[in-house]
């Protein structure tokens, strides 16, 4: 959950207040969602897209949220693995522009 709740407050800095409510209007969700979502509830691909690019964070913590959110220990491992897969990419590809 730590994952979610450090996107939701960079997020937040997006809005005209900076509140968890101004947050779920500029994403068109119901006021309480975002509150859902920091106490470890499910988020859509949809909504934690929006959230990811709301926070101009990196797409790779979208992994990183589901890895948190998975409920069982296979999932946890496949999510995990894609996170290190794609690290992975990414320093072999920042390796190649030098």
């Known amino acids: 959950m730590q994952t979610i709740n450090r996107l939701i407050d960079a997020a937040r800095k997006a809005c005209d207040r900076e509140s968890d409510m101004a947050l779920a209007e500029k994403m068109k969700v119901a006021r309480n969602s975002v509150s859902v ?4 509830g499910k988020i859509t691909d949809e ?5 990811v690019e709301l926070a101009k964070a990196d797409p790779s913590e979208a992994i990183k949220v589901r890895a948190e ?6 999932e946890i491992r496949l999510w995990n693995h894609m996170l290190t897969r794609l690290s992975a990419a990414a320093l072999l590809g920042s390796m190649y522009i030098m």
């Not at 979502?37 to 470890?40: D, F, I, L, S, V």
């Not at 909504?47 to 959230?51: E, F, K, Q, T, Y």
């Not at 959110?69 to 296979?74: E, G, L, P, R, T």
């Open 69 to 74: 959110q998975a409920s069982s220990k296979a």
């Open 37 to 40: 979502w920091r106490k470890g």
């Open 47 to 51: 909504h934690l897209a929006a959230l």
